[in-house]
């Protein structure tokens, strides 16, 4: 027997978010599934790097945190389930430490599924030998420009093995799916959807990409924010789906933020190309054809979705090593602030040159002159003091050490009124570079594991 | 009438996709969304956003949200890792492009936002 309808709410839209919210989304949201989303684009590089240095290391260690303080409302709610992608790089270590918390819990009988089989790293030179060129999807470069320096590459798995996983795990723990397939899943699990019901899978995909990032489709970013209450006290969105794919966008009653036709709307066009084919692994949905209506305070329903057949291949993203990035910032107080932080910044520049360095990349910004748009917004008038930020990028490790220790000799050594320089020497990070391409669904073989 | 700003009559969102941005600007009612897509073409927005250097500007409709949305190719200076911007994912592009000062026009006042009242 299929259900009527199931609600699904994302208690976290990225590795960082905020640890209160998926607690309290899941004691106060009448949830059947409470998911959690954590992989940005290259938050897979970081995690394969701690895998190299720690084989149980590689994933979104937020999680266990999470888990742990989830364990009561996961005790009085006896059917809520989880589903996540905090598994990263590793989501058989991140399961197996997910199992012990859930025991020490009184939680034991709960199962853990894992899904798999996105990793293409340890495929990668099999995979371009039988002719698979993961070319960049922009310049059409071949992979084999790059390939020593590859990291990381993941295939986007889509909502079919969720779906699979959830027939034998409580919570499902994957490494890279597409974000909207953590929804989509439960959705297709509960409701008994076809997976070539295009519109209804397109109608879940856009309740999966409407709430991917959890507090940006309830007030969070919304260009009216002053008119959302307390936006201090968010409440993260959950969709509540029909059978016959219409769904409703909501938030937990009493807390703070919106949910109207505006943040919905700002949401659905959030990071989107053509709306008329937003391309996951599971479907094509076409975002133009959607009819939103507010049909009570804080509640949007989302009809008429339309869908075209999946594509016959997945996105891979890959990352590779690019060097070393580090960027530093000193306020500068006036007068003559902006020409005086241009001034600090070249001088900052000078000293590394001094010291043996022609830095490959660099970039000298004035905070609160409009460098957000550069030359796109008048600044206006003279500000009484701006940030200066510094920022390099190169290929030598020691250049960019060198660039990190020449801010704060300027605090002494430089012209007077430098200020705010009391977080110490930026850090040197290594920098990973992007690597979009697609492959072959019939390339990649994903996996469920577990209980 | 005097010159007004595109934030008058239209609200928005923008956010990255490597190394390019996507600027999504919905207007507040019907007739501010005819005015949008007669007047915010795709080679108006690539001119205001010039400095920043994007390759091409694609406009994409979607009138059922009185919506475009633009997407400005090669305009994060090597994206989200590699740009030495400050705003490396362009999640500042929607307000910058709604302080675009526009022409009055006639029939402005049924552009314009209901007090604290979302559009149907």
Redesign the interface.
């Known amino acids: 027997m299929k259900a009527r309808r199931v609600r699904i709410g994302n208690g976290g839209g990225f590795w960082g978010d905020n640890l209160d919210a998926p607690v309290l989304l899941a004691e106060q949201g009448e949830l059947d599934y409470l998911t959690l989303e954590y992989l ?3 938050t897979m590089s970081i995690l394969a790097l701690q895998k190299q240095r720690d084989p149980k290391a590689g994933f979104a260690t937020d999680f266990l945190d999470v888990l742990e303080r989830l364990g009561p409302a996961l005790k009085s709610q006896p059917n809520l389930k989880i589903i996540t992608n905090a598994g990263g790089m590793q989501p058989a270590a991140c399961a197996a430490q997910a199992r012990t918390i859930l025991q020490r819990s009184g939680l034991g009988e709960r199962p853990v599924a894992v899904v798999t089989g996105d990793d293409l790293l340890p495929r990668l030179d099999e995979l371009l030998q039988a002719g698979h060129a993961l070319a960049h999807l ?1 310049t059409g470069q071949p992979l084999s420009v790059i390939r020593e320096r590859v990291v990381s590459a993941n295939a986007y798995l889509g909502a079919k093995p969720i779906a699979e996983a959830l027939a034998r795990g409580a919570v499902v723990i994957t490494g890279r799916v597409a974000d909207a397939s953590l929804t989509l899943a439960p959705a297709v699990h509960e409701l008994g959807w076809a997976w070539n019901d295009w519109d209804r899978l397109a109608a879940g995909t856009v309740a999966g990409h409407l709430i991917e990032c959890g507090a940006q489709a309830t007030g969070g ?4 924010w002053k ?1 959302a209450p307390n936006l201090e006290a968010v409440g993260y969105p959950i969709a509540e789906l029909e059978a016959d794919g219409r769904f409703r966008i909501s938030k937990p009653p009493g807390s703070g933020g919106a949910v ?3 943040t919905v ?12 084919a937003y391309i996951t692994p599971d479907v094509v949905a076409d ?8 049909v009570a305070a804080d509640v949007v329903q989302v009809e008429n979705t339309r869908g075209l057949p999946a594509t016959d291949s997945y996105k891979v993203s890959i ?1 590779y090593r ?1 060097g070393f ?1 580090a ?1 530093g910032t000193l306020v500068i107080f006036g007068p003559d602030a902006v020409a005086k932080a241009r001034a600090c910044g070249q001088m900052i520049l000078r000293r590394v040159e001094r010291a043996g360095y022609v830095l490959e ?3 000298v ?1 004035c ?1 609160g002159t409009g ?7 008048e600044a206006g008038a003279e500000p009484p003091e701006v940030v200066l ?1 510094v ?3 190169d290929t030598r490790r020691g250049a960019v050490d060198r660039f990190a220790k020449e801010l704060a000799p300027l605090v002494t050594s430089g012209p007077p009124g430098i200020t705010g320089y009391t977080t110490g020497r930026p850090p040197v990070r290594e ?4 690597w ?1 391409a697609l492959i072959l669904k019939s390339a990649v073989e994903p996996v469920v594991l577990g209980p | 009438m005097g010159p007004i700003c595109l934030s008058e009559i239209a609200h928005g969102r923008s956010g990255d996709k490597g190394n390019h941005a996507n600027v999504a600007i919905i207007a507040y009612t019907p007739v501010g969304y005819a005015w949008l897509r007669e007047h915010l073409t795709a080679d108006r927005v690539r001119a205001y956003f010039a400095p920043l250097g994007p390759s091409r500007v694609v406009r994409y409709e979607a009138p059922n949200l009185l919506a475009l949305n633009f997407v400005l190719y090669d305009v994060l200076a090597g994206g989200a890792s590699q740009s030495l911007r400050i705003d490396t994912q362009g999640k500042t592009l929607a307000l910058a492009l709604l302080r675009m000062p526009i022409e009055p026009v006639e029939d402005v006042a049924a552009m314009l936002r209901s007090e604290g009242i979302s559009h149907a």
Do not use: K, M
């Not at chain 1, 460098?371 to 917004?377: D, G, M, R």
């Open positions: 940005a684009e290259l922009d970013l919304w260009c009216n008119e109207n036709r505006e709307a700002e949401q659905l066009l959030y990071e989107v190309g053509d709306p008329a975002f133009t054809s959607v009819r939103l209506s507010e990352a690019d990035s960027s990349h660099t970039n910004e905070l460098a957000c748009v550069p030359q796109v917004i930020r920022t390099v990028r920098v990973f570079a992007y979009p």
